[in-house]
């Protein structure tokens, strides 16, 4: 039931975008697991949607290269599982995390961009999906700035990342 609630919130959403953004969606499952993977997820939100002809579905065959070049398309990335967020933010997209434990927020306070995190949670309180679709539209509209952001922090993170794995 929850997951349902989850589809059609999020898949009202996604509509709402298309719309006022008059934008495509590129859905990006990342998780794939042989045991699991966030494909049926991505495929019941397209599903669900209106505007189900305004979405791209990538579907990685091979391997994460095959991510990383869809990824570096996207002029924005709204994600929720950490590991997304580190590599869409790694590839200089403008990047959404909607996260659900402190450590999905953490990265972005490394980054210095607190403010482009979303609590999952939030989802779920009054104005929950309102406040989410304001913070997806602020960061359309900034997502140049939010680019030029990345890419000064980057090379100091990615400094800082390799000190801290030297023996």
């Known amino acids: 039931a929850e997951l349902r ?17 008059d934008v495509d ?4 499952p990342m998780y794939y697991a042989a ?12 599903e669900r949607m209106r505007h189900h002809d305004r979405v791209q579905l990538v579907e990685a065959r091979h391997d994460i290269d095959e991510v990383v070049v869809a990824l570096d398309t996207l002029d924005a990335f709204v994600g929720t599982p950490m590991h997304s967020t580190i590599l869409s933010t790694s590839r200089g997209v403008p990047t959404l995390a909607l996260h659900y434990e402190p450590k999905g927020r953490a990265y972005f306070d490394c980054l210095g961009m607190r403010e482009w995190t979303f609590d999952l949670a939030d989802l779920w309180t009054a104005r929950g999906p309102e406040r989410l679709e ?6 359309w509209q900034r997502r140049r700035e939010v680019r030029d952001a990345l890419h000064q922090r ?10 801290s794995v030297r023996w």
Do not use: F, K, N, S
């Not at 969606?25 to 990006?28: A, E, P, R, S, T």
């Open 134 to 139: 304001a913070r997806v539209l602020e960061l």
């Open 154 to 163: 980057l090379p100091g993170l990615r400094r800082q990342a390799m000190m």
């Open 5 to 21: 609630a989850y589809a059609a919130t999020m898949a009202a959403l996604c509509d709402r975008l298309v719309e006022r953004l």
């Open 35 to 46: 045991w699991e993977t966030d494909l049926p997820l991505a495929r019941m939100l397209a």
């Open 25 to 28: 969606l590129v859905l990006v």
